[in-house]
C-alpha cells in the first residue's frame, strides 16, 4: 500500500501486549513509501505473530499519523489502571508506564509539544507518582527503566522518578507539589527534541564551541516551548528552564547561585546529573553504581548542587545499598 500522503508513526513491537485490542491499524513497512496492512483497528495481537515480525528483525509496526494519538490514549489509560492493581509486579507496571511515555514521546518528537501533548505527560506523570510510592529502591527502578525506549525516553522517565524521590526524602509529601516535580522531571530535556539528534549523540568533550553553544540552549528552548501553551504551572517552566543551574553559580543558562534558583529545580538539577552518571549514555559509556555516583558528585565535581537535596540523595543511596546487601 502507498502512503506517501500522509506520515507515518513507529511503534515498538515490544510495545505491543498479546492479546491487546489495537486502536489502529498496523503496518510492516516495505520502503520510505509503501506499507503493507497487517492489523485492523480492533484486532486483537497475537503472540505467535509478533514472535515472527521479531525473528525476521522487525523492530517495528507502522501506523497512520493522523490516528496515532488513539494508540496513546489506550496506552496511558491502560497505565493508569496497572499502577492501582497490587497483583502486578513492578517491573510490569513500569513496563505499563513506559510504554505509554514512549507514544507520547513520538508525539512530541513528530509535532512538537501542544496541550494534548502536554496533557499526555502530566497523565503519566501522576502514574509515576503512584509508581514510585510502593517502589523506592533505586537500583530496581533504573534496572527497570534501562529495559525501555531511546536515551532520552529513559533518561526522562528515571529524573522524573529519582526526583519524586528525592522530594520523599525530604519530607515533601503534598500530592500536587510530588506531581509537579514529577512532570518537571519528565518534561526538562524538552528543548532537545528541537535541535539535531546527531549533537546529542556526541560526548560534550568532543563537542566544538558552537556545538556546545548549541547545546547550552535547550533548557532556554524548553522553558519557550513549554511556556507557548499558557496552561503550564510557573513551577514546571522554573524547572525546566533553570534544571542546569547549580548552587555555585557554574551552570547554565543564567549562571544562578543557590538562593535564587526554584526550589524544585534544584531537585531536578540533582536528579538530572545522578541519572546522568548512573545511565549508559554517550558523555557517560560507564555509568557508575549509585554509591560511586554520589561520592563522584562530591569528590570529583566538588558537590555543586543544593546541600539539603544532596543529603537527601546520599540518605537514599545509603537506605538503597543496605537494602540491596540483606
Known amino acids: 500500500m502507498d502512503k506517501t500522503k500522509e506520515k507515518m508513526i513507529p511503534i515498538p513491537i515490544d510495545d505491543l501486549i498479546n492479546g491487546m485490542t489495537?486502536?489502529?491499524?498496523?503496518?510492516?513497512?516495505?520502503?520510505?513509501?509503501?506499507?503493507?496492512?497487517?492489523?485492523?483497528?480492533?484486532?486483537?495481537?497475537?503472540?505467535?505473530?509478533?514472535?515472527?515480525?521479531?525473528?525476521?528483525?522487525?523492530?517495528?509496526?507502522?501506523?497512520?499519523?493522523?490516528?496515532?494519538?488513539?494508540?496513546?490514549?489506550?496506552?496511558?489509560?491502560?497505565?493508569?489502571?496497572?499502577?492501582?492493581?497490587?497483583?502486578?509486579?513492578?517491573?510490569?507496571?513500569?513496563?505499563?508506564?513506559?510504554?505509554?511515555?514512549?507514544?507520547?514521546?513520538?508525539?512530541?518528537?513528530?509535532?512538537?509539544?501542544?496541550?494534548?501533548?502536554?496533557?499526555?505527560?502530566?497523565?503519566?506523570?501522576?502514574?509515576?507518582?503512584?509508581?514510585?510510592?510502593?517502589?523506592?529502591?533505586?537500583?530496581?527502578?533504573?534496572?527497570?527503566?534501562?529495559?525501555?525506549?531511546?536515551?532520552?525516553?529513559?533518561?526522562?522517565?528515571?529524573?522524573?522518578?529519582?526526583?519524586?524521590?528525592?522530594?520523599?526524602?525530604?519530607?515533601?509529601?503534598?500530592?500536587?507539589?510530588?506531581?509537579?516535580?514529577?512532570?518537571?522531571?519528565?518534561?526538562h530535556d524538552i528543548g532537545k527534541l528541537s535541535l539535531p539528534k546527531t549533537l546529542f549523540e556526541k560526548p560534550k568533550a568532543l563537542m566544538s564551541f558552537e556545538e556546545l553553544q548549541l547545546y547550552e540552549t535547550h533548557a532556554f528552548r524548553g522553558m519557550e516551548m513549554i511556556t507557548s501553551l499558557g496552561v503550564v504551572p510557573d513551577d514546571v517552566v522554573s524547572m525546566i528552564y533553570e534544571h542546569h543551574e547549580n548552587s555555585i553559580g557554574q551552570g547554565f543558562p543564567r549562571r544562578l547561585r543557590d538562593v535564587k534558583i526554584h526550589p524544585m529545580a534544584k531537585v531536578i538539577a540533582l536528579a538530572d546529573e545522578f541519572c546522568n552518571l548512573t545511565m549508559k549514555a554517550p558523555n557517560f559509556p560507564n555509568p557508575l553504581p549509585p554509591t560511586e555516583a554520589v561520592i563522584y558528585m562530591d569528590k570529583v565535581m566538588g558537590q555543586p548542587f543544593n546541600k539539603e537535596c544532596y543529603r537527601a540523595l546520599y540518605r537514599m543511596i545509603l537506605k538503597d545499598s543496605i537494602k540491596s546487601a540483606s
Open 22 to 187: 489495537t486502536p489502529v491499524d498496523l503496518y510492516v513497512r516495505l520502503s520510505e513509501t509503501k506499507y503493507v496492512l497487517i492489523s485492523k483497528e480492533g484486532s486483537k495481537t497475537q503472540k505467535d505473530r509478533l514472535s515472527t515480525y521479531k525473528d525476521k528483525k522487525l523492530d517495528y509496526l507502522w501506523t497512520p499519523y493522523s490516528s496515532y494519538y488513539k494508540l496513546t490514549r489506550q496506552n496511558i489509560a491502560i497505565a493508569g489502571v496497572a499502577v492501582g492493581k497490587s497483583q502486578l509486579n513492578q517491573d510490569l507496571k513500569t513496563k505499563f508506564i513506559a510504554t505509554a511515555a514512549n507514544s507520547v514521546y513520538e508525539q512530541l518528537d513528530q509535532i512538537g509539544i501542544s496541550k494534548e501533548t502536554y496533557e499526555n505527560v502530566r497523565q503519566i506523570s501522576e502514574a509515576t507518582v503512584a509508581l514510585v510510592q510502593n517502589h523506592k529502591e533505586i537500583s530496581q527502578m533504573f534496572m527497570a527503566f534501562e529495559k525501555y525506549g531511546n536515551h532520552l525516553l529513559k533518561h526522562s522517565m528515571a529524573v522524573s522518578a529519582i526526583s519524586v524521590m528525592l522530594a520523599y526524602e525530604m519530607d515533601w509529601k503534598n500530592k500536587l507539589t510530588l506531581e509537579k516535580i514529577s512532570l518537571g522531571g519528565m518534561l
